[in-house]
């Protein structure tokens, strides 16, 4: 079994993977003043809640866009395991190849969810990714990383909004019953659900026009259940994307290491 963990911007997302089945995925808040102990006995609780033995895992593998958070992450999954720990970046195998003007910009999180969508999907690839930003990576029909768009968050977005103006309220981010909005909150709700879903949709006929050819588009990150519901074009919802991932890169790395 191993500790699978992926750090973003707002959230942390962790699991414990035996075999090829994942079994568990949690959320958890990215937060710079934690401690290693802190965020140790985060991740122990979690363990515990799943009845999960730390003894039983053999290894942790991170992937990571915050770096001030890394470390501190890191020593807390070999507190609680005793084992090495993998971090995504130089040195580690993802046998990705990436056809981008500088291949090291691109960040941990979309290469994992790249070597994920090929282990499991038909290329060529569209990969939605909802988080604090929101960023669509395209893999061609032989398997390369062609290149990333990204886009200013849903969340950000709204929160945005509100805080630049002084008469919106704050939403949850729920569909309204209709389309054309009549009061105030439906009218942001019908923007922030229905415009995105919209974007995306858009984004995939553009996306698929300049590869010439039909794709398999995949949504994941802790936004994306929704507004995939909404979408006309046919995407699939993959919550556990970047874990597949990390597992994947852990087998690829494992026996060198």
């Known amino acids: 079994m191993i ?34 102990l802190e965020y140790a006995i985060s991740f122990k609780n979690v363990l515990e809640m799943y009845q999960m033995n730390p003894k039983e895992i053999e ?18 999954a070999r ?33 994992v969810n790249a070597v994920a969508g090929i282990a499991e999907y038909k290329v060529p690839l569209i990969i939605f990714d909802l988080g604090t930003a929101t960023t669509i990576s395209v893999v061609d029909n032989k398997k390369n990383y062609i290149g990333t768009i990204i886009l200013p968050g849903i ?18 981010l729920e569909a309204p ?16 659900i229905y415009g995105n879903a919209a974007c995306m949709d858009g984004m995939v006929q553009r996306i698929r026009q300049e590869l010439g ?18 979408c006309k074009e046919r995407i699939i919802f993959d919550d556990a994307l970047l874990l597949k991932g990390l597992l994947q890169i852990y087998k690829k790395n494992r026996n060198s290491r």
């Not at 290894?59 to 807390?76: C, D, F, K, L, W």
């Not at 977005?157 to 103006?165: E, P, W």
């Not at 050819?213 to 909404?230: N, Q, R, Y």
């Open 3 to 36: 500790l699978a963990i992926d750090i973003g911007n707002t959230s942390i997302v962790i699991g414990c993977i035996r075999n090829e089945e994942i079994l568990f995925v949690e959320h958890l808040s990215t937060d710079v003043t934690k401690t290693v």
């Open 59 to 76: 290894g942790s593998i991170i992937s990571s866009v915050v770096p001030p958070v890394t470390n501190s992450v890191r020593e807390a």
């Open 79 to 111: 507190k609680i395991t005793n084992q090495e720990v993998m971090v995504v970046g130089p040195g580690i195998k993802t046998g990705l190849n990436i056809l981008m003007d500088n291949p090291a910009q691109l960040g941990s999180d979309l290469a």
């Open 155 to 172: 969340q950000v977005s709204v929160d945005s909004l509100i805080k630049r103006t002084s008469q919106l309220p704050s939403i949850s």
């Open 177 to 192: 019953k209709k389309l054309i909005g009549t009061n105030s909150i439906d009218c942001m709700k019908s923007g922030v």
């Open 213 to 230: 050819e039909e794709a398999t588009v995949i949504a994941t990150g802790g936004l994306a259940k929704s507004i995939v519901p909404h």
